[in-house]
């Protein structure tokens, strides 16, 4: 069934989009104080070990600090499929895909003696978190309708007791049960050490190095079955037959009439990998101004299959070609290139009213098209990913501060690039929050941000290969939802 052969071709949309902010591959609200003002490119706080590393140099406490923080982050990520074997009046279904991160948590530590500065940061600095397709994805059921259909459509042209069961050229897909579900789980754990270095009163500077830890597991399943009707009429057909004459008709006509199915694809993998990424940072101030960049070089990562169940059969018996498609992307022991691209930094502060009422604007770069993905999927990116973000913080007194931010984010999309598996959306981000001064060495910070994306839709016309592998024409629009929610502690001692 030749049609099929690319089914499970899953690294899941589950997989290489962030569940959160940022890039492709990266997630930039680390902190409770990103959330509630986004743009800390420029700060002189503890969220600057991991947003402005070189600020840290210029923190206003000498000794230990620690902030941490914890974030519940919900996302839908929906397609709206149209295909012209799905057996419904137009021909359209929505798969819809629930990601949870329910706790994200990141710590940050620094140590400041005179000019020196000693920082560490652990976060989930990448992944998708989990997400579960419980009724599949667009690329199962449409090229098992068309294997079915084209395998199924040269058995009848020449079994005429087959097609006299059938009743028909072919098996539709009213004649039986598709039941597919796909869930998986992304993580990159990050974590950084470094130090900052104070040379005056306006220059600082930063290196440190990121490890970047990557587990990720992926369990799915197809499964097409014969429909009660259709099955009835072919127990009844096999038992009208002699011993041999069952065996002629096997695995065609007997295939109709077993509990086994028409297709049964499994798999159960689990990925890991690991990567270093060197991080430069510089800082600037002078009077109200903060100027300050970071870079963060490219990360080369391959992650590595270790494969627990692998399986594919199609009318009852092992498929060799379907088994070894899925062997070459998820056989055990399989290495898979996923770096993380090369970053910059670049971010603006000023103090309007001097310990006050701040703002600051900032620019990402993420250098995604030189970034190696599974299949090269980079080249399909028209240009890296531009995000600039805006916030402003306002110190109402001593005890309390409100502030609120935006991001908007442009990744270069392209149709080549989105697959059901794994796609983005251009967004922008809303965030707002508050924090309190419990104490002079305690403060509660509190934030919320949601994200609003612009549908990306995608129509494929007939042909070679047309709707995933299919050559048949389709359509997808690709939607998602983010809400993301945080509490944090600071501390010094």
Known sequence: MKKISTILFLTCALSAPSAWAGGLLHNTNQSIAWQRMMARGATNEIDGIYSNPAGTAFL?????????????????????????????????????????APVIPSLYAAYKRNKWTYSAFFGFTGGGGKCNFESGLPMFDSQVMAGIYSKTSSLLATQPMLKNIVGADAIMPDMYNINSSMKGRQYIYGFQLGAAYQFNSHWSAFAGLRLNYFDGNYVGHVDATIGDALRQRAIAAMAALTPEQQAAYLPTVGALSQEGGLTHIALDCNQTGWG????LSVNYKVAGLTLAAKYEFKTNLSIENDTKKLEA????????ELENTMKAAYGHGVNTPSDLPAVLYVAAGYEIIPNKLRAALEYHFYDDK????????????????????????????KTFTISGGFQNTDYGLSDNYQ??????????????????????????????????????TKEVPAGTPGYCNTTLSGKDVYSRTNKVFGIGVDFKF
């Open 60 to 100: 206003n406490h000498d000794g230990w600090m620690l902030s941490l923080n914890i974030q519940s982050a919900s996302q839908h990520r929906d397609v709206l499929a149209t295909f012209p074997l799905f057996p419904t009046d137009d021909h359209t279904k929505k798969y819809e895909g629930k990601a949870s």
């Open 419 to 456: 697959t059901h598996t794994s796609f983005s959306c251009d967004s922008y981000s809303l965030g707002f929050g508050g924090a309190v001064n419990i104490t002079e060495k305690i403060r509660l910070n509190a934030g919320y941000f949601w994200t609003t994306y612009k549908d990306y």
């Open 313 to 320: 059969t199609a009318m009852g018996q092992a498929s060799e």
């Open 370 to 397: 030189h970034a190696e993905m599974a299949n090269d999927k980079q080249k399909y990116l028209t240009h890296g990913t531009h995000e600039i973000l805006a916030g402003v913080e306002w110190d109402i007194n």
């Open 276 to 279: 270093v990424t060197p991080i």
